[in-house]
């Protein structure tokens, strides 16, 4: 692939060593082992970069889209469930439902399709490609452009970032907030029914601290915990999702890189895909730690 | 409890669950048919190109045209032929998938939460590693391990979503294996292998049977998310993923095209939950084990 079709076989076996592909495969992949420990995952097949600057540089991206999404969705889950719970005997109810069952059966990439025709395409209320508009010029300090177009001052920079990373974060959202709001509703239902509920209601405790203190501390435990498993769903999200609003991520990397058969990529990527859910795990079930000391760890 | 569900079960299961199951129990029916006569529906081949008629809309707008009822594409290619074609893909994905990654994972699942010790160890720390990665991310990884086609399609969604078949078979086990009709299984003679497919089994049967349901809208999912990126079926093979990516690149003068492959994957994985939630209403009565499947 990487010769010319009438290579000979000599350049083909000094390719192989080139590549190191004449070790064993043991072997190879203890040094590729050994290499990412000092922090070089190799070259790109593809480009011959660095795949680590590779990553870097699209890393800003993913990180950005994916907190930005968790916000709108956890904040979206949370408080859907929260109203669907405290009006349930009303009509709202049941039209909350109602949206998240049509939610739920829509994969985030096809949101992310239908939010780029409706408001991007059939409004044109919102930008739908890249990171920023290119008239823009932005100074580049962390690679996080949200941050980058803060710290130079520069608001109106900022907004046009953000609206662009509106829409997709907005088509992630969707994918994890119809669950939220499903699992803490559900927890709230069993919390009413327990006795401490029971009790600071006897208390004459108003209705609305009851909710927000009493049950809410404990029904958020659940929550959190289904955000950690959802957590791999939401990054694995983000690969089509930067492929759609042409984001330059780390999905967009593992995607062209896969197309180009770039194994060096292609690992790289995977593994930072991995640490990445790891570090999620890790933070909810802190966060669960605080919230709930008898938790434990 | 029985492992075959008697007549007169599914007549209850089907009064008490009502227009859930039937609604998705239809659309899915529809699917198959749809699938099987395919040929015999499509007004076109589904790859037969008319290159004098590209991009028409579907044949209420203007300028459509009744011979391409939902119009055609950038190659003058019927969209309801593909669509139609392409729910053979979706068909078979969504008997197979389900099924291979329920035996692999219910197996594995069993073993680990009857038999705990070094075994349990071994299953779930290989679930865990899987599960670090992202399964849109894993899916991708094995394609590309696998070389791409139809077998390796169904191969890679059942690899990557047997874990959770495993973790919810297991918790669940490990709930039921102290309970009194195991010991007198285990006393009456019934070896390990006898109690876990005949005792244990029947009784995980409910919750297997909700997760083989979401587990159809994950495959339909999958299958979608890869040949949306050119990483399943071939080309010449209608898939309606492939569908939407080949009309986002028209998107700007053909919109109206990514409608139809969008709604038949929203509609199947609609029809799959309405299986889901409908099933989990038939059997609430039943146990108390209630919702904890909701993963």
Redesign the interface.
Known sequence: MLLPPNGSADELQRLRAALGLDQPLLQQFLIWLKNLLHGNAGLSIRSGEEVSTLILSALPVTLQLVTLAILIGAGAGFISGVLAFRYRFTPVRNSLEVTN??A????E??WG??LM?VFG??LRVSPFFGEVDPRLMVEQQTGFLLIDTLLSGNPAAFLNVLSHYLLPSLALALAIAP?LM??LY?SLNQIYASEYMRSARLRGLPERRLLLVHALRNAVLPALNLMS?QA??L???T??IE??YGLQGIGSL??DA??N?DLPV?QA??LV??IC??MINQATEWLQHVLDPRAGV | MTISISMNGISTTLRRAGWRLLLGGGIYITLFIVALLAPQLAPHAADTQHLEQTLLPPFWMDGGHTDYLLGTDVLGRDILSQLIYGARVTAIVVVLAPLGAALTGSCLGLMAGYLRGWTEKVIMTLVEIWMAFPSVVLAMLLMVALMPGFTSVILAIILVDWTRFCRVIRGEVITWRDRDFVKAARLSGASHLSVMVSDLLPVVRPTLMVLITLEMATAIMAESILSFVGMSVGPDTPSWGAMIARSLNTVFSAPWQLVPPMAAIVITIFAAMMLGTGLRFSRREQTATGDEVLV
Do not use: H
Not at chain 1, 104 to 107: A, N
């Open positions: 069952a049509m739920l059966s829509v994969p990439f096809l399709i239908l025709l395409i059939g669950t499903r699992i559900s498993v791999g769903m990054i694995g999200g690969l089509l492929k759609i593992m995607i896969i197309n058969q292609i990527v995977a895909y991995a859910v790891l």
